[in-house]
Nanobody, 116 residues
């Protein structure tokens, strides 16, 4: 059974930092790209960042470039999202996801709230 478990969210003031973590199980972690998407109330889901399985290629949403950094530790089946210079518009539930054999899986999400 594929499982993705996120942690690390919280309440932070604008300009602050948070580091999200996601631990995966139930599949061969280093065979697949892993990413983060977020969902804010009343807004469309958006992919924030993703990283390929060999840790050599990354994608970032334009609005988070130079502020967020995605990384992975294949030995720990973990992916991280370092979020710096947070803005109120970053407030959302953040989900770790994987596309495994054309099916998407994601975790329960972790809430990130940025106060102004």
């Amino acid at each position: 059974e594929v499982q993705l478990v996120e942690s690390g969210g919280g309440l932070v003031q604008a300009g602050g930092s948070l580091r999200l973590s996601c631990v995966a199980s139930g599949f061969t972690f280093d065979d697949y790209a892993i990413g983060w998407f977020r969902q804010a109330p009343g807004k469309e889901r958006e992919v924030v960042a993703c990283i390929d399985n060999s840790d050599s290629g990354t994608f970032y949403l334009d609005s988070v470039k130079d502020r967020f950094a995605i990384s992975r530790d294949n030995a720990k089946n973990a992916v991280y999202l370092q979020m710096n210079s947070l803005k109120p518009e970053d407030t959302a539930v953040y989900y770790c996801y994987a596309n495994i054999l054309s099916r998407y899986y994601w975790g329960q999400g972790t809430q990130v709230t940025v106060s102004s």
